[in-house]
């Protein structure tokens, strides 16, 4: 239905003035307070005055952030592709599984996804904790991609299901391995399932800040973490919320550029 | 082409991993002795300290008392919404659809230092008394779940007839009985399946939750978190098992009501 609001002020606006209320006050206002605030000065333990200074974002360009963006990313890079590595076989075996067992195969990999964040981690602490794994980079890693495997599946399965298996018959027939076939039939048919999985994964990866802190130990440290501290210890509001904004538009930036290649190849 | 060995190998490993930390954790929560590695026997002991643990319950009694009342709220607010967006046609309709989205899309740390700010400088996370100061950390649950909702009532409302509608009114309903005796009737699979979510995502909550909670109230995943740093003992395995049967009844009952939808 397409029905003009101004011939139902009174049902428009009924329907629609809560919700954005909440968003105003939830999003709006919120984001909107923070990005004024990464444009502050700290003064004092609880005084923060408007500056419209750059200081807090210049912070961020310290070597001892750059190196907590650095590590940030290549902790989130190594959890997009491991993750991508074992979803992708994962995605396709229940894509050639038969129809009836397809449900509940997803539904096996999705339902871990409804236990709790914390539960689950917890839960890697201890298989971990005999390993000697716990409190390195590793640990981090491998509880990320833990906890971003459903989220990887989904996307390629449904990829992987619509594929034309003709297509890899045709270039095995025509004397293709199964490797060639792989990678110049079904890698390129797949691209964009992989893609919108690696955004997926690589997104809430970049801004995670849990699993650094519980399984992380002292020397890892993600830019959640640093964000934490400016806002539960550290006590530095303006650049916490610098950092936060930075990371939006990271994150904003990653999003931005997976769509643009999506419509480059269309 | 067929299910190779090799595939099906890898898919029973991956299930294998997913499942394994999972049943370790619940089978230690009934091991006699302290540790959550070591097996030490059988007992339901941890149960038992777990029930009596004072600050154990008050955390699990106000998950689900945030969890019920953001749930009630986004319900209502996500159907509006999606009604709204369905129904009319104005300025600023992908504005309001980018904006649904930004819960989605922003890092929770972000969202959730941002409400931090704004609950700090209003008081709003000092200011309350114990059970009302339950109320702004609901309300910051409903600002990410109720986009949830919203986009689960919306695929319902595509396939929707319009011409049900413009019945109702040619026979003379006005605004209110058409919606509570036509439109909400046949939402009313989507509502519970996206109430279902929200009661899900709420409970899950930890990042937002521990941004916007102050002093004195906590929650069951903060409390896990707490405990996790300070001292590991199978009394959260117990607690966790039991969350997990909560949340598994949960998602069952919301696949059963998605169902019919699809």
Known sequence: ?266 | MRLSLPLKLVLGAALLVLYAPIAVLIAFSFNAGRRVSVWQGFSFDWYVRAANDARLIEAFGNSLTIAAIATVISTLLGTATAIALWRFSFRGKSVLFGLLGVPVVVPEICLGVALLIVFARTGLMTALPYPASLLPIALAHVAFAFPFVAIVVRARLAGFDPRLIEASRDLGAGEWATLTRVLLPLLRPAMVAGALLAFTLSLDDFVITFFTTGPGTTTFPVLVYSMVRFSVTPEINAASTVLIAVTLALAALAYKFQKPST
Do not use: C
């Open chain 1, 1 to 266: 239905m397409n029905e003009n609001w101004r011939k139902h002020r009174g049902a428009f606006a009924s329907l629609l003035g809560p919700g954005l209320a909440m968003l105003a006050f939830a999003i709006v206002v919120p984001m909107a307070l923070m990005l004024a605030l990464s444009f502050s000065e700290q003064r004092g333990l609880t005084q923060v005055a408007f500056t419209g200074t750059l200081a807090s974002y210049a912070r961020a360009l310290e070597p001892l952030y750059l190196g907590v963006v650095a590590q940030s990313v290549w902790i989130s890079l190594a959890t997009t592709i491991a993750t991508l590595a074992i979803a992708y076989p994962v995605a396709l075996a229940i894509a050639l599984a038969p129809p009836k067992r397809r449900d509940l195969l997803l539904l096996l990999v999705v339902l871990p996804f409804w236990t709790n964040l914390l539960v689950r981690t917890y839960a890697l602490i201890i298989v971990l904790s005999p390993t000697g794994l716990l409190y390195t980079p590793v640990a981090v890693v491998l509880s990320l991609v833990y906890v971003s495997l459903p989220f990887a599946v989904l996307p390629l399965y449904a990829q992987l299901e619509r594929l034309d298996r003709r297509l890899l018959e045709a270039s095995r027939d025509l004397g293709a391995s199964a490797w060639t076939t792989f990678r110049r039939v079904m890698l390129p048919l797949t691209a964009p399932g992989l893609a919108a999985a690696a955004v997926l994964v690589f997104v809430p990866t970049l801004g995670s800040f849990l699993q650094s802190d519980l399984l992380g130990g002292a020397g890892t440290q993600m830019i959640g973490n640093v964000i934490e501290r400016q806002f539960k210890s550290a006590n530095d509001w303006p650049f916490g919320s610098a950092l936060s904004f930075l990371l939006v538009y990271a994150t904003a930036g990653v999003v931005a550029l997976a769509s643009l290649a999506r419509a480059k190849r269309r």
